[in-house]
C-alpha cells in the first residue's frame, strides 16, 4: 500500500521523513518529488531529461517514455504546488503514516 501527501514547503517535508525515520520506516520506503520539478519536466524532451535526472517509471510508461512520478498518482490535481511524499507501508501502519503525514503539515492525502 502506497500513502502520498503533499506538503507547501521543504521543511515540512524533513520533518515528514524524519518523523517517519522515527517511527522505524526507512528511506528506500520513500520517494520525494517537487511538484514543480514535475511541472518542467513535462516540458522537456523526454531523452534529455533521461540523461540528466533520475525518473520512475511506470507501468503506462512505453520505451523510451520519460514521466515525472507526479503524472502517474491518480488523484493528484494536476497543477498544485508543493512536494509530494510517497510511502510504502502495509495496511495495518496505514492509519499511522496518515497521522504522521497530518501532522507533518499535509494539505493532501491519496491512498494509491
Known amino acids: ?30 520517494i520525494i518529488a517537487d511538484l514543480a520539478d514535475a511541472e518542467e519536466q513535462r516540458r522537456d524532451d523526454p531523452e534529455e531529461i533521461a540523461d540528466e535526472i533520475a525518473f520512475v517509471k511506470t507501468e503506462r510508461d512505453g520505451l523510451w517514455e520519460a514521466g515525472a512520478f507526479a503524472d502517474g498518482i491518480k488523484g493528484l490535481n494536476p497543477g498544485e504546488q508543493g512536494i509530494i511524499v510517497a510511502v510504502e507501508t502495509t495496511k495495518k501502519e496505514a492509519e499511522r503514516v496518515r497521522t504522521i503525514m497530518e501532522q507533518a503539515g499535509a494539505v493532501e492525502i491519496i491512498q494509491g
Open 1 to 30: 500500500m502506497r500513502l502520498i501527501a503533499r506538503l507547501p514547503d521543504k521543511r515540512q517535508v524533513g520533518f515528514l521523513v524524519d518523523a517517519l525515520r522515527n517511527n522505524g520506516f526507512d528511506r528506500k520506503d520513500m
